[in-house]
């Protein structure tokens, strides 16, 4: 039996002071907010903050360590699964941390299009998810001919894509089917890039159009990313207006 006199178990000090900042942030602004005024709505000492949190930066996306580390495992264990089909789907490990708190998600975006500093950091987080995404690529092309070069060109492609159908869903607050969303932009990547699709024709999609992209050899990683984004629509990272 349960004892109702049980006191309720407290939430760990990192998701105390993340809740605390977060509240902060909306009530007085990011930029009036300071460390001092987070702890003490925390009820916990300075120390305490660093502990966890390096900055107040850090501190609005407390979720994207865990889920780094999460993808880093899922790669792992992909085993012989197809390059492009694993790290698409670690890319929706991603999706899964925002729809999983729908409405804090909403709120993170909106301020982080008010902050110019949260859109730096936010891209900073993006690039290691990118980053993350070409090491496992190159090691499972190996020494292939230009194994590196399509490495970072599909790692930028998923994750074009990705924040494509994610900042779609944010922008509308949260509403509609954010996996669909998702889903749609990575088909278009997987039929570009995933193994035994012949790239010189066009497959057909009951969907809609298909559109196949091809960038020289030395272009510029920024350039392909711009490509594919176009591709897609107006694209972006969920942090870009």
Not at 103 to 125: D, I, N, W
Not at 146 to 163: F, T
Not at 215 to 232: F, I
């Amino acid at each position: 039996m349960t004892d109702a006199r049980r006191p309720a178990k407290k939430a760990p000090m990192r998701e105390v002071l993340a809740e605390a900042a977060f509240q902060l942030f909306l009530e007085r602004g990011f930029e009036r907010t300071t460390v001092d005024d987070i702890v003490a709505r925390a009820g916990v000492g300075r120390r305490s903050f660093f502990r966890y949190f390096p900055s107040k930066e850090d501190a609005v996306f407390p979720d994207h360590e865990r889920c780094l580390a999460d993808m880093t495992a899922f790669l792992a264990e992909a085993g012989d699964a197809e390059p492009v089909d694993a790290v698409s789907d670690a890319a929706r490990l991603v999706l899964r941390m925002y729809s999983a708190n729908p409405e804090f998600s909403v709120q993170r975006y909106r301020l982080t299009r008010e902050v110019p500093g949260l859109r730096t950091y936010e891209l900073s987080v993006v690039r290691r998810y990118e980053q993350t995404l070409a090491g496992y690529l190159r090691g499972r092309y190996g020494d292939s001919a230009d194994g590196a070069l399509r490495a970072e060109v599909i790692a930028a492609s998923v994750v074009a894509a990705h924040n494509n159908g994610l900042r779609s869903w944010l922008r509308s607050g949260g509403e509609g089917d954010a996996e669909a969303a998702v889903d749609h932009a990575l088909g278009l990547v997987r039929r570009m890039w995933g193994s035994g699709t012949d790239k010189s024709v066009a497959p057909s999609s009951a969907d809609g159009d298909v559109v196949v992209m091809v960038a020289a050899k030395g272009a510029p990683m920024w350039r392909v990313v711009q490509q594919v984004e176009s591709a897609l629509g107006r694209g972006g990272l969920p942090g870009t207006a």
